[in-house]
C-alpha cells in the first residue's frame, strides 16, 4: 500500500530515544564525559500568536511551543511567513540571518530569513515581499496554493542554509502539507533530511489544500515518485499527500482523531484516515493560561480570581452598560463568541433565538462570517432591543470584555476539532453550554457527571439545545448552586501542561 512504502522508508531513519548521548574523550587519562543533546523541534505554521493570528491555530503554535520550551531536553524553533502586517513592536527586533533563491515550479524565488526570540523559543520568518506583502487577511487569495508551496519549500532551504536540521518537523494544517511531501519525495537524498521524523497536524480537516492537478508538477514542482500519495478525486490535495506521507498524523482532540474516519466529519477524506490509522494521534489542545487570566487581563473591566469573584459581578455590569443592556445582576446573559459559519450550529441558535429571548435572559453575539448569519442576528438585535446585541466584528479586546462578563458560554457546534472558547469562558468563570462533539466532548463535561463544568447535549437538535439552556437558567437562579458551579469550572485546568508531556512523548 502507498503509505506503508513512505513509513517504510522513513523507519529506517529512526531515532532510538529522546535523548542522544555523545562521549568526549579530552585525553587518555580522563574520564569519559556524557553530554546531553537537545531534541529539536521545528513547527512550521502559517501564523502564530502574538505575531498573527486569525483563529486557534495561532493560539496553538504561540503557546504550545512555549511550554513545550520548559523542557530542557526540548530545543523548540517555529517557522512562520514574515506578513507585512505583523506589527512593528516585534518586526523592529527581528534579526536578519540569510536569504538564498527558492525553487517551486519553473519559478525562483527570492528568501530572506529572520529571527526573533521570543519566551524562549526560537521564531525564524521567512520573507518575500511578494507573496507575504498583502493588505488585509493573510489567507483567501487566488495564488494561496503558490503562496504556501514556496513557503514549504523555504522553509526546509533555509533549515539546511541555517544548519537547523531537527530531529522532528511538526507541519500544521494544508499551508505546510508540501513541506511533507517535499521531504519525503525530493529532499530524502539528503541524509541530514533522511533522519528527520515528521508530524502532521490536522487543525481542521475541512480545508485541504485541492487544487487541479494540471498545478502537480508546474506550480507545485512535484516529482512523480509523490503522485500517487498526492492524487486524491482527480486533484491534488495537499492534505491527503501529508497524512500518507508523514511518520504521525495528529489532531487536536482524541474525539476528533475517531470522529474524522467517519464520512460525515471527514470531508471525502475518512477512507485516508482509516487507512493511516495506525499513526493516529489525538490530543487536546490547551489554552495559555498567563495570556487569558482574569487577575491580570488589562482588557476587562475589573480584575478577579478565584479566591475573589466580585469582580466578575462588576464586568458583567459594565458590560452591560456598554452595550447598551439594562443592568440587571439578576439576569443571566448567555454569550455567543464565534465565526458566523455553519458547522459552528448557528442554524441551532437561528431556529431558538425568539424562543431564548421571550424567557428572562440578555444575548450577546460577536463574530463574524457568512452574510446569511449576520444579516439575520442583525435582525434579531433590532427587534429584540434590550434583551440582544449583536456585534458583527472579530475584536480581541470586546471577546475578552464578555467572557469576563457573561454567566454562560454557548458553543453548539455540528463540528469542533477541538474549540478553544469553551476553554477561554470556564478561564473566566462563564459557564460553557456546548453541543459533544470533538475536543468539546474531551473538555466539557455535564454537571449530571462527577466534576462536571458546564452543561452538554448530544444530538444536534434545537429542541435538546433549548432543554439544555433552560436547565442552565433554572439552575443560575438557585446562587448557592450556581456559585459552586462557578467555582468548580473556573478552576478546571486548561493548561498546556499535560498537553505538553503527551507531545513530548510522541516525539520520542
Known sequence: MANKKS??????????????TKTVKKSAALPKITVKEHKKVIFLGSEAAPFIATGGLADVLGSLPKELAKNDDLDVSVMLPLYSNIADEYRNNFKFLT???VSVGWRRQYAGVFLFEYQKVKFYFIDNEYYFKREGNIYGFYDDGERFAFFSRAALDAIARLNIYPDVLHCNDWQTAASVIYLKGMYYGDENFRKIKTVFTIHNIEYQGKFGMETFADL??????VKQFVE???????????IEMTDIVSTVSPTYANEIKFPFYAHGLDPIIRRNENKLRGILNGIDIDYYNPKTDKCIFKNYSVSDLSGKAVCKAELQKMLGLPERKDVP?????????????LDLIKDTAEKLLSCDVQLIILGKGEIGYENYFRYISDAYQGKCCVII?????????IYSGADLFLMPSKSEPCGLSQMIASRYGTVPIVRETGGLNDSIKDISEDGGNGFTFHEYNSDEMLAKINQALTLYSDKEKWN??????IKTDFSWKKQAELYSEMYK
Not at 459552586?484 to 469550572?489: A, H, T
Open 7 to 20: 513509513s517504510g522508508a522513513v523507519s529506517n531513519a529512526a531515532d532510538k530515544a529522546v535523548t542522544k
Open 99 to 101: 536569504n538564498f533563491y
Open 220 to 225: 507545485f514542482g512535484f516529482p512523480d515518485n
Open 232 to 242: 486524491f478525486d482527480g486533484f491534488v490535495n495537499l492534505m491527503k499527500g501529508a
Open 333 to 345: 446573559i448567555i454569550a455567543v463568541i464565534s465565526r458566523l459559519v455553519s458547522h459552528k450550529g
Open 393 to 401: 466584528a472579530y475584536n480581541q479586546d470586546l471577546s475578552r470584555k
Open 484 to 489: 459552586k458551579l462557578v467555582n468548580r469550572v
